[in-house]
Structures are given as C-alpha cells and as structure tokens.
C-alpha cells in the first residue's frame, strides 16, 4: 500500500484567510497568539463564536459517554463539541460556518479528528481480525505472501502484510503491535490533519536495520491516505503505517500537535515568510529547489495561472465539503492482487484466497464501511475482464460450467433450479418497503393478540408473534444482508420471526401428513416441498439464522451494535444465555437464542432435500452439513437442548415425505447419515430408544437401490421417481457411504452387550450397505470392539462381526477385489475366535464363500495349523472333526479346479490314506487334459519328497508329454524338472530309464540340454538307488544300444540342426561364441564310436555350404582342421 518515495498527494482546497481583526497587529491573524504556541484570545465576536460552536454541540454530548468501568473526570463542553464534529463535518464547513474560530477549538477539532478505535486500524492491516481459528490467520499470510511475490513487489519487506512465515504474529497488525511496543516508533509529529513519524524496523539475520519515513493524512476519524519509504505494495496498510496510528491512538497526549501549517505561515510577518522560505529551500535544496524556482516564476508572471486562483493548497487542512469521507484504500492493489490469484490456475484453488478477500467485503460491511462495497465492485470487474471467459466463450465452453467455478453455485440440469443469475435478478427487485417486514425489524413490541387469521400465510402466530412468509433462502438472505450493513439488532428480530415461521409450518406439515398418511404411504409419495434445499444452498440461509442467534448469545447488551473496546474483546466470547426473555422478545418460556438456534439448525439438516446436479454442488452440501454438525458439537447439551433434540427427532421421524428421515423418501433425496450420527450421539445418553430409531432409519441409501418409490405428479410439489435402476451421477458417493458405514459402526459400538440392539444393527447393515469395503471395515471395527484387551470377549459382537464377514465373502467371490487374500485371512481369524462351530460351519459351506485355491491354500491350511489347535485348546476328538472337514473340503475342491487345489489336497490328506488315494487319482485324471508340466512337475516333487518315487516318475512323465523345448532355450525354467525327471528315472532302472528318453527325445530340441542329459545318464549305472535303498551292482549302459543310442542321435542331431539354424543369422560378434558351441558339439560327437567321421563331415559341409563366410570358415579351420 505504502510506495517508496511517493509524496502524499496534494491538497484537494485552497485556504486563504482574507482580512486581520481590528486590534491586531499585522501579519497575527484574529483571535490567534503571537506565536505557534497561541497567546490570550482577542475580545468581540470570536469569544462569542466559540460560546455558540459549544453550545451548538452540547445536545451530542450525551452520545459520548466513556465506556462502562472506565472512570474519569467529567469532559468539558469543548472536548464534547470537538468531538462530535470531528466525526461528522469537514473541516472546510466548519472554517465556512464559524467566521472566526479560536486557536482551543481548532486544536481540540484537530486533535479528534484522529481514528480513536483500533478495530479500523485492523481491519484495513490484516485479512484476519482475531478469528478463533489460528489456520485462517496463517492462510491470510500465505495469501498475501503469494500475492506479493507473483506482483513482484517487496513481499517480504519487513513488517509487510506479505510475510512468509503462516503465523498471526505475522500479519501487519500483529507486527505494528510490537514495533510500537518495541519502542520503534519516533519523531512523531501532527500537522493539522496529517501525521507523520519514523518507524525503526530491527536488524534480522540477513537484513541490517532500516527506518521507514511514514505519513498518514486523516479526515472525519478515518485515515485518507498513507505512504511509507518500506516499499511494500499490498492491498492493506503495512506494519509501521500501523505501529504510527496505534501510537497516535493510545498515547495522543506525547504527540506534537500543530495546526494545518497555513494557520501557522498566517501568523507570521514577512520577513519571518522569507526566512522560512529560505530555510526550507536551503534544508531541501537538492529536491526542491527546482520546484521552488518554477513556483517563484510563475508568481512573479502577473499572468500565470497560479495567480488566478485565490489562496494556496495545504495538505494539513483537512477536507473540503466535496470531499468524499472513506477509508484509504488501494484500489490499483486490490484490483492486481485478485488478477494475479485468477492467474495463478484454476479457480479452485484461488478459492481461498478469494474468500479472505470476500470475508473482507463482509467484515467492511459489517461496520458499514463504503469500501466493503467498492471492494466488492473491483473484485467482480476483475471476474469479468478474465480472458479466460472470453477464451471460454469462443470456444463453445458451456458457461455454467465454468461460471461455477467462479461463483457460489451454478445449475445446468433440465430441472427447474434457479441459478445465481436469477438469484442476482431477483435480488435487484428485492426491496425493504413493506410495512409487515418494517415493523418486524425496527420493533420488539410488535404483536397483534387480536390476529386470528390461521391460515398458511398469516401474518402473526397464535401468540400474536409477527411471522415472516418469503421463500426461505431470500428471507435469510435479509437476515444476513442486515448483519453484514451492521444491523445486528434488525437482524435478530427478522431471524427469530423467520424461525418462528419455520418452526410453525413444521407443524402444520406434521399435521397435513397425519391427516393424509395412510393415502401418501400407499401412494409412496416422496414430497419435495422445496427443491432447493437449505442446506448447501449458496446463500447458507440455515448457516445465517444459527449465527445471527448465536452471536446474539456471545455478546452483552452494550457491545451487541460493535462499539466495544476492540482490543478488550479480541479473541474472546462472552458466552451469555438469555434463559429468561420476557415476553417481546417472541420465545416461549424457557427459551433462548441458544435453543432457537440449535432448533433451526436441526429444522434444517433434517429437511428432505434433493441432492443436486455436479461435483461442486454436491460437496457444498456435504461441506456445508458437517461445517454446521461442527458448530452443534462446540455446544453443551443441557436439559432444554435435550428437549429440542427429542421434539426434532420424533418430528423428523413422523412428518413423512416433509422429512429427509421420513417413512417414505424420494430415491434423490440427500442422506441423513451424518446427521443422524450426530443426533444418535447426542440422544444416546437421554433417550437411547429415540436414538436408535432416527439412526436405524438413518441408514438407508435408495440411490443404490434398484427400486424406488414412485412420485405422484398431481401436485406441483411432488416430483416422480427416477426410472427404476436409472443410476444417477452422484460424484460424492464414495463419501457418501464412508458416512454411512460410520453411522453403523457408531451404532454397533454403542450396541456392545445388547443382543436385541445388536442384531437389529446388523440387519441394517446387511439390508442398507452396499459396498463390500464398508462392510469388510465394520466387521473389522466390530472385531476389536468384541474383543478389547480389557474385558472377556463379547460373543455376540463377534457373531454380528462374523456375519458381515461372511457377507463380505459372498459379495466378492465372483468379483476381483486387491483386498480379498486379506478378507479371507481376517475371516479365518475371526471364525478362529467365534469357535470350533464356526470353523467348521465356513469349511461345508466353503463354496459359497471362497475360491477353491483360498478354501484350500488359505482356509483349510490355516485351521489345520497348530496355532489354531492349541488356541481353541482342542481335543483329539474336534480335531479329527475338523481335520475330516478340511479333508473333505480339500478334495471339493482339487475336483473343481485340479491345477491349483491339487498339491494342497494332497497336503491335506496326507495322513489319511483313503482321502490321499483319492487325491492322487484325482490328479492323474487331470494330468492329461487339465494341467499343466509346471503343475505336475510339482505334484511329483511332492510325491518323491514324500516317498512316493513311483508315483512321482508317473506324474513326470504325464509331464514330459506336455512339454515342449526348442532349439534356443537353454534357459527354460522346465529344463531343472527335465533333469530332475530323468535323473529320478535313471535311479529307478533302465526300464524306467528306457521308457522316458523316448519322451525326453520327442519334447525337447537344445542340443545344450540333450547333451546334458546324455552325459549324466553315462556317469553312473541306472537303479544304483532301488525303491528300496538297495543299491544295484548293474553295468554302465552302452551308449550304441538302447536307449542310450537313441538320446545320443537325439543330441548329435539338435546340434547339426541348431549350428544351421545359427549360422543363418550370425554376425562377426557371435563367431567366437560359435566355435566355442562347436567345441561342445564335437564332445557329443566323439561319445559316438564313430563321431570323428561324422564330425569331420559336418565341418567339411559347412565349409562347402557357408565358404561366403569367409573369416568365420577361416576360424573354423584354425579350430577343426
């Protein structure tokens, strides 16, 4: 705000003083003293001016009395009249109506003219008044922060209301404080209306210490301008503008007070002028001298225009009566700060910066300060020369979209919703004039107990109470228009009357449904009396008759209009109940504002509303509805309040489609999920049954549903159903359900130890909730609420825990779910803890519940562990029992899915021979049609493990007949179970051996793992370890018989046809490898009695056929000849 070497701006009149009194002596002005200082006042006219501008005043003396408590001697009539008119006249009018004034009354005129309450001084210095909230404060510095550094300005000048640090202690106000305690503030110097002084800002770490020059003219109690040498550039005053005007404030009498310097150059004499003159050039001569010189021109040219104009501008003299009486703001900053939040992205996330500068608006409003709506005009203007709009425009963007982004709340469904141009069209035509609304807002004593018109727009209730008939969210509209100009008394009264209309057609809905009840339930009706529900709703009327009434129960009597010492009150609430109203002020015995507000504020979240089109919209409603619950938490429930809560809860309950937790609701109807959970919260300890019951019906969620109830379009308010299982596009559904599933699992840890409650809790669930996850995380929450470490588990709550278990089980087996090993192992341990029943129950019916690979590898393995028999503490008899389960559950499902139930079944059964014969022909069944070589490689591990050798060379040879190795993959992972296959037939015989070299011949090709073979089958004698252990004392097997023979043609074979294959595509860089390979293929060759003949041919082929390869043929014969 402040600008480095800016120079205030010039004086906006000219004063000129015609004329000297008769007993003067020239150059002394009339009725003043000799010097600066003043002397005895000239007799006639100007004695008598001063008598009457005092007694002129004297009828608002009254007005300023001092503040309850503060105790001083009585003011005089002076000071009373001063006073007055330093707040309201321009000091021009006062100099027009008073031909000559006394240098006293100048003084004192001057002297108040100065801002005497520090609230302006910190409103205009900070985004953030003493919030409760230290988050918004810190994000007020951000904000500006940010602002600053993208301007390009000084953001982090010292003592700007920039800082970086997200600290109030940060912001300007606080930082004016304490420089001003810090003793930083000197040479302090008033000049008629202008103030100036120097700020000393201390040295930092990185920053040496410097001292700002500030200046701050004044007008009518508000400052007009200020600049400071601090550089800073921001919309609000900086911190030692605002160390100066707390100083002026708090210790006016230490400040050298002057009057506007013209008073002063008027009583000097020429020669004193001249040597003033001299002496100010001299002092200044490097900055004025060439203004001095241009001025002195221009008055020595008879003709310039300076001449023209009688008198000379002062900056020290105040205001002219044209003069427009505000606050300085910086308009230019204002308007570049909120350019450079549109720019920094998407709206979004300029949203809160934007509110601070709309809670600013608010808070000028509030003190019904001319700038809160100047303010408000440049922020808008900056929204529409946005480019983007026009971008937008051009590119065929639908607006409403976009202008939701920008504004409160924008609606682009087909239904008939009013969007914030309507609202903004409407608001235009709205108007104050009606005597009903008049009366109602400037009265207390304003009834009529001879009104009996009953009817649903009445004037008056039965009390004779003034009601308020207008569509509730204009309605409130006023209220907060009211509060927002600084009508805080108007404001009260027009809420009471509108939650007394409420409060009254709730009844009268209540008895309208009683009425027709039987027909409405029939019919299904879901009737929507207002689409626009209160709750969410862009003008927040619920949100502004809860405040209005509880700031009416913080604040005294004497502070209620905000004239209270703001320092005093900074930070703190005066929390003062009006139990006891007396009659006028329209509440029923025993009331307060307190209860109205929390009535009003549960009116409105129980209201059946429907939940509105897009993402924004719908996490306003959701926002908004826990903001409000928020606020409900902060407040003590007594006994009266408790009433409240069961008059609204059995209302709710009762008043059908009027209420959101209605019999019947519309199938689009916003849930009551964290309302009820809040209601359940707070009744539980009073009324346990009521509380269960708002829950209970509470947890519905229709939207899910593939049915709804079916609308009756005979009346205009009643809206049809959406087409059965029509899915519509609610974008906070997810938080939706998070809501719901809390509300149940509040219940099920209030329900611990009561079966009924219990039981009826889980039927809900089961009946209401809808995604798998919810319930997987109620069955958890139940689990360790039934079985907390301080007390013996509750069996009840374990079952409840158990059945959501199961339900989650049948929801997600036929569905993917990251989460399902985890459910089923949850699931075990659960059932673990119920006991040996359930176990046992979730093993029969295992195929409703689980794959076969989980029954087996998860559940049937972990009931069978130790753990589990030593923590049921199990005799022999249950664990046969449910060691026949897992058996009979293992072979289900190695039946229904061989390939991976197969080894698990076989683990399973191991110990009971029928079962594990049973088992193994199941496996053979699958092994020619069903299962892979991987598969059954591993089931023949097993058996050999096991002690099975025959039974695992049958399954490897199943195996063999399904495998399939090529040329180039001597790194195949089979070729280790290849080998192993081989090797177990080798050990058992060369019968064995014979039968699966025929095998290994027809399935594998790479020579590299043929020769492998090969070589091992050579080293020893087939059957050295028998079935038994015993070791054979047999020969080595010839290679030029079978099946040696065979396996040896084999590999002799792969080579020739694995070096061609080789040689079609190799390049310079393989040829080392190469001959390397062929060195290998020779050993094979060589095994054969006459492999040198056949390997010298293969050489000389490859020499004929690839002779074009020259250096390799030529590597081939340095090698092979």
Same mark, same amino acid.
């Given at each position: 705000?402040?600008e480095?070497?800016?120079?205030?701006?010039?004086?906006?009149?000219?004063?000129?003083?015609?004329?000297?009194?008769?007993?003067?002596?020239?150059?002394?002005?009339?009725?003043?003293?000799?010097?600066?200082?003043?002397?005895a006042?000239?007799?006639?006219?100007?004695?008598?001016?001063?008598a009457?501008?005092?007694?002129?005043?004297?009828?608002?003396?009254?007005?300023?009395?001092?503040?309850?408590?503060?105790t001083?001697?009585?003011?005089?009539?002076?000071?009373?009249?001063?006073?007055?008119?330093?707040?309201?006249?321009?000091?021009?009018?006062?100099?027009?109506?008073?031909?000559?004034?006394?240098?006293?009354?100048?003084r004192? $005129?001057?002297?108040?003219?100065?801002?005497?309450?520090?609230?302006?001084?910190?409103?205009?210095?900070?985004?953030?008044?003493?919030?409760?909230?230290?988050?918004?404060?810190?994000?007020?510095?951000?904000v500006?922060?940010?602002?600053?550094?993208?301007?390009?300005?000084?953001?982090?000048?010292?003592?700007?209301?920039?800082?970086?640090?997200?600290?109030?202690?940060?912001?300007?106000?606080?930082?004016?404080?304490?420089?001003?305690?810090?003793?930083?503030?000197?040479?302090?110097?008033?000049?008629?209306?202008?103030?100036?002084?120097?700020?000393?800002?201390?040295?930092?770490?990185?920053?040496?210490?410097?001292?700002?020059?500030v200046?701050?003219?004044?007008?009518?109690?508000?400052?007009?301008?200020?600049?400071?040498?601090?550089?800073?550039?921001? $919309?609000?005053?900086?911190?030692?503008?605002?160390?100066?005007?707390?100083?002026? *404030?708090?210790?006016?009498d230490?400040?050298?007070?002057?009057?506007?310097?013209?008073?002063?150059?008027?009583?000097?004499?020429?020669?004193?002028?001249?040597?003033?003159?001299?002496?100010?050039?001299?002092?200044?001569?490097?900055?004025?001298?060439?203004?001095?010189?241009?001025?002195?021109?221009?008055?020595?040219?008879?003709?310039?225009?300076?001449?023209?104009?009688?008198?000379?501008?002062?900056?020290?003299?105040?205001?002219?009566?044209?003069?427009?009486n505000?606050?300085?703001?910086?308009e230019?900053?204002?308007?570049?700060?909120?350019?450079?939040?549109?720019? #920094?992205?998407g709206?979004?996330?300029?949203?809160?910066?934007?509110?601070?500068?709309?809670?600013?608006?608010?808070?000028?409003?509030?003190?019904?300060?001319?700038?809160?709506?100047?303010?408000?005009?440049?922020i808008?203007? #900056?929204?529409?020369?946005?480019?983007?709009?026009?971008?937008?425009?051009?590119?065929? %963007?639908?607006?409403?979209?976009?202008?939701?982004?920008?504004?409160?709340?924008?609606?682009?469904?087909?239904?008939?919703?009013?969007?914030?141009?309507?609202?903004? *069209?409407?608001?235009?035509?709205?108007?104050?004039?009606?005597?009903?609304?008049?009366?109602?807002?400037?009265?207390?004593?304003?009834?009529?107990?001879?009104?009996?018109?009953?009817?649903?727009?009445?004037?008056?209730?039965?009390?004779?109470?003034?009601?308020?008939?207008?569509?509730?969210?204009?309605? =409130?509209?006023?209220?907060?228009?009211?509060?927002?100009?600084?009508?805080?008394?108007?404001a009260?009264?027009?809420?009471?009357?509108?939650?007394? /209309?409420?409060?009254?057609?709730? #009844?009268?809905?209540?008895?309208?449904?009683?009425?027709?009840?039987?027909?409405?339930?029939?019919?299904?009706?879901?009737?929507? /009396?207002?689409?626009?529900?209160?709750?969410?709703?862009?003008?927040?009327?619920?949100? /502004?008759?809860?405040?209005?009434?509880?700031?009416a129960?913080?604040?005294?009597?004497?502070?209620?209009?905000?004239?209270?010492?703001?320092?005093?009150?900074?930070?703190?609430?005066?929390?003062?109940?009006?139990?006891?109203?007396?009659?006028?002020?329209?509440?029923?015995?025993?009331?307060?504002?307190?209860?109205?507000?929390?009535?009003?504020?549960?009116?409105?979240?129980g209201?059946?509303?429907?939940?509105?089109d897009?993402?924004?919209? #719908?996490? !306003?409603?959701?926002?908004?509805?826990?903001?409000?619950?928020?606020?409900?938490?902060?407040?003590?429930?007594?006994?009266?309040?408790?009433?409240i809560?069961?008059?609204?809860?059995?209302?709710?309950?009762?008043?059908?489609?009027?209420?959101?937790?209605?019999?019947?609701?519309?199938?689009?109807?916003?849930?009551?999920?964290?309302?009820?959970?809040?209601?359940?919260?707070?009744?539980?300890?009073?009324?346990?049954?009521?509380?269960?019951?708002?829950?209970?019906?509470?947890?519905?969620?229709?939207?899910?549903?593939?049915?709804a109830?079916?609308?009756?379009?005979?009346?205009?308010?009643?809206?049809?159903?959406?087409?059965?299982?029509?899915?519509?596009?609610?974008?906070?559904?997810?938080?939706?359900?998070?809501?719901q599933?809390?509300?149940?699992?509040?219940?099920?840890?209030?329900?611990?130890?009561?079966?009924?409650?219990?039981?009826?809790?889980?039927?809900?669930?089961?009946?209401?909730?809808?995604s798998?996850?919810? *319930?997987?995380?109620?069955?958890?929450?139940?689990? !360790?609420?039934a079985?907390?470490?301080?007390?013996?588990?509750?069996?009840?709550?374990?079952?409840?825990?158990?059945?959501?278990?199961?339900?989650?089980?049948?929801?997600?087996?036929?569905?993917?779910?990251?989460?399902?090993?985890?459910?089923?192992?949850?699931?075990?341990?659960?059932?673990?803890?119920?006991?040996?029943?359930?176990?046992?129950?979730?093993?029969?019916?295992?195929?409703?519940?689980?794959?076969?690979?989980?029954?087996?590898?998860?559940?049937?393995?972990?009931?069978?562990?130790?753990?589990?028999?030593?923590?049921?503490?199990?005799? =022999?008899?249950?664990?046969?029992?449910?060691?026949?389960?897992?058996?009979?559950?293992?072979?289900?499902?190695?039946?229904?899915?061989?390939?991976?139930?197969?080894?698990?079944?076989? %683990?399973?059964?191991?110990?009971?021979?029928?079962?594990?014969?049973?088992?193994?022909?199941?496996?053979?069944?699958?092994?020619?049609?069903?299962?892979?070589?991987?598969?059954?490689?591993? $089931?023949?591990?097993?058996?050999?493990?096991?002690?099975?050798?025959?039974?695992?060379?049958?399954?490897?040879?199943?195996?063999? %007949?399904?495998?399939?190795?090529?040329?180039?993959?001597?790194?195949?992972?089979?070729?280790?179970?290849?080998?192993?296959?081989?090797?177990?037939?080798?050990?058992?015989?060369?019968?064995?051996?014979?039968?699966? *070299?025929?095998?290994?011949?027809?399935?594998v090709?790479?020579?590299?793992?043929?020769?492998?073979?090969?070589?091992?089958?050579?080293?020893?004698?087939?059957?050295?370890?028998?079935?038994?252990?015993?070791?054979?004392?047999?020969?080595?097997?010839?290679?030029?018989?079978?099946?040696?023979?065979?396996?040896?043609?084999?590999t002799?074979?792969?080579?020739?046809?694995?070096?061609?294959?080789?040689?079609?595509?190799?390049?310079?860089?393989?040829?080392?490898?190469?001959?390397?390979?062929?060195s290998?293929?020779?050993?094979?060759?060589?095994?054969?009695?006459?492999?040198?003949?056949?390997?010298?041919?293969?050489?000389?082929?490859?020499?004929?056929?690839?002779?074009?390869?020259?250096?390799?043929?030529?590597?081939?014969?340095?090698?092979?000849?």
């Open positions: 705000m402040a480095r070497g800016q120079l205030p701006p010039p004086a906006k009149r000219l004063c000129c003083r015609p004329g000297y009194g008769p007993g003067c002596r020239p150059g002394q002005r009339a009725g003043g003293g000799g010097g600066p200082g003043g002397g006042l000239c007799a006639g006219p100007s004695s008598a001016a001063a009457a501008f005092s007694s002129s005043s004297s009828a608002a003396a009254a007005l300023g009395l001092l503040p309850l408590g503060k001083q001697s009585p003011e005089s009539l002076l000071d009373i009249a001063a006073r007055r008119v330093a707040e309201k006249w321009p000091f021009q009018r006062v100099e027009e109506r008073f031909e000559r004034i006394p240098e006293p009354v100048q004192r $005129i001057v002297y108040w003219s100065f801002p005497r309450s520090e609230r302006e001084i910190c409103m205009y210095s900070s985004f953030n008044t003493g919030a409760d909230d230290p988050a918004a404060a810190a994000a007020a510095v951000s500006s922060s940010s602002a600053v550094s993208a301007a390009g300005g000084a953001g982090t000048a010292p003592g700007g209301a920039a800082e970086a640090a997200a600290d109030e202690s940060r912001l300007p106000f606080r930082r004016g404080i304490a420089l001003l305690d810090g003793g930083c503030v000197d040479n302090v110097l008033q000049v008629g209306f202008h103030l100036s002084g120097t700020v000393t800002e201390p040295a930092m770490q990185s920053e040496p210490e410097t001292v700002c020059n200046a701050i003219s004044f007008d009518r109690c508000k400052i007009t301008s200020v600049t400071c040498s601090c550089g800073n550039k921001d $919309i609000f005053y900086c911190a030692h503008v605002v160390a100066l005007s707390l100083y002026r *404030i708090r210790k006016p230490q400040v050298k007070l002057h009057l506007p310097i013209s008073e002063t150059l008027f009583q000097m004499n020429r020669d004193q002028l001249q040597k003033f003159v001299q002496y100010l050039i001299t002092v200044h001569h490097t900055e004025v001298l060439p203004t001095a010189q241009k001025l002195a021109d221009e008055i020595l040219s008879q003709n310039s225009e300076i001449n023209q104009v009688h008198g000379a501008p002062d900056p020290t003299a105040g205001a002219s009566i044209d003069d427009e505000c606050w300085h703001l910086d230019e900053q204002v308007q570049e700060q909120v350019k450079i939040f549109l720019s #920094q992205g709206y979004h996330g300029s949203g809160k910066q934007l509110n601070l500068l709309f809670a600013k608006v608010r808070e000028m409003l509030k003190m019904r300060d001319s700038n809160g709506a100047r303010m408000l005009t440049l808008t203007e #900056q929204f529409m020369a946005d480019p983007r709009l026009a971008l937008w425009r051009q590119q065929g %963007t639908a607006m409403t979209d976009k202008y939701r982004q920008l504004w409160d709340e924008l609606d682009s469904s087909n239904r008939p919703h009013r969007t914030v141009f309507t609202r903004a *069209i409407e608001a235009c035509d709205l108007h104050w004039q009606d005597s009903h609304l008049q009366h109602i807002i400037s009265s207390d004593l304003y009834t009529n107990y001879c009104y009996h018109d009953d009817t649903e727009n009445s004037l008056f209730d039965s009390h004779g109470w003034p009601l308020w008939h207008e569509h509730v969210p204009t309605a =409130c509209a006023r209220v907060d228009a009211l509060r927002s100009h600084g009508y805080p008394r108007e009260l009264r027009l809420a009471i009357a509108i939650v007394n /209309t409420l409060r009254r057609q709730q #009844q009268k809905q209540l008895e309208m449904f009683r009425a027709q009840k039987k027909e409405l339930l029939h019919k299904g009706v879901t009737s929507i /009396t207002n689409l626009e529900g209160w709750v969410g709703h862009p003008l927040d009327p619920i949100g /502004t008759l809860f405040s209005s009434l509880m700031e129960c913080r604040v005294d009597d004497e502070s209620f209009h905000g004239f209270s010492d703001f320092m005093e009150n900074m930070g703190q609430c005066k929390s003062l109940e009006y139990q006891h109203l007396p009659a006028h002020k329209f509440l029923e015995e025993g009331e307060s504002y307190l209860t109205l507000a929390v009535e009003v504020a549960l009116i409105g979240l209201q059946q509303r429907i939940m509105p897009g993402l924004y919209a #719908q996490e !306003k409603v959701c926002r908004n509805e826990e903001q409000l619950i928020s606020k409900l938490q902060e407040i003590e429930l007594d006994d009266t309040l408790v009433k809560f069961r008059k609204q809860a059995v209302f709710l309950l009762e008043a059908g489609p009027y209420s959101g937790l209605g019999e019947v609701i519309h199938r689009e109807s916003v849930p009551m999920h964290t309302f009820a959970k809040y209601l359940f919260t707070s009744l539980l300890p009073h009324d346990a049954e009521l509380a269960y019951k708002t829950a209970l019906r509470a947890m519905r969620l229709l939207v899910l549903e593939s049915t109830p079916s609308g009756d379009m005979s009346r205009p308010h009643h809206i049809a159903s959406v087409v059965p299982n029509r899915y519509p596009r609610w974008f906070t559904l997810s938080h939706i359900e998070s809501q599933c809390e509300l149940a699992s509040t219940m099920l840890t209030a329900a611990k130890g009561d079966v009924r409650r219990l039981e009826t809790v889980l039927e809900s669930i089961q009946k209401n909730i809808h798998s996850s919810h *319930i997987f995380k109620l069955a958890q929450d139940a689990f !360790k609420i079985t907390l470490m301080d007390s013996l588990p509750d069996i009840t709550l374990l079952k409840v825990s158990l059945e959501l278990g199961l339900q989650v089980m049948r929801m997600t087996l036929s569905t993917l779910n990251w989460r399902r090993r985890e459910m089923v192992r949850w699931l075990v341990t659960c059932a673990t803890e119920v006991g040996v029943y359930a176990l046992d129950s979730i093993m029969q019916n295992w195929f409703t519940l689980f794959t076969p690979t989980e029954a087996t590898s998860i559940v049937a393995t972990t009931v069978m562990s130790n753990s589990t028999i030593v923590r049921l503490h199990l005799d =022999c008899h249950q664990q046969e029992k449910l060691a026949g389960s897992a058996r009979t559950l293992a072979l289900q499902c190695a039946m229904k899915d061989p390939q991976n139930c197969a080894l698990s079944a076989l %683990t399973l059964c191991e110990k009971d021979h029928i079962a594990f014969e049973t088992a193994y022909q199941i496996v053979l069944d699958a092994a020619t049609t069903g299962m892979s070589y991987s598969q059954l490689f591993t $089931i023949a591990r097993y058996m050999e493990h096991r002690g099975y050798p025959m039974r695992a060379y049958k399954l490897a040879t199943l195996a063999m %007949t399904h495998l399939n190795l090529s040329y180039n993959q001597d790194t195949h992972p089979a070729i280790n179970d290849v080998l192993w296959a081989c090797a177990l037939s080798h050990s058992l015989g060369k019968n064995e051996l014979a039968a699966i *070299i025929p095998l290994v011949v027809k399935s090709k790479c020579a590299t793992v043929l020769s492998d073979i090969l070589r091992r089958c050579t080293l020893t004698t087939p059957g050295m370890v028998g079935l038994h252990g015993r070791r054979n004392s047999g020969k080595l097997m010839s290679l030029d018989k079978a099946p040696l023979r065979q396996l040896l043609d084999a002799i074979g792969a080579y020739i046809n694995t070096t061609h294959s080789r040689l079609t595509h190799i390049s310079p860089r393989h040829y080392s490898e190469f001959i390397e390979f062929l290998k293929a020779r050993e094979t060759f060589l095994m054969a009695h006459d492999g040198h003949i056949q390997f010298t041919q293969f050489i000389d082929n490859l020499k004929q056929i690839y002779k074009g390869k020259k250096k390799l043929m030529m590597l081939v014969r340095e090698r092979f000849g």
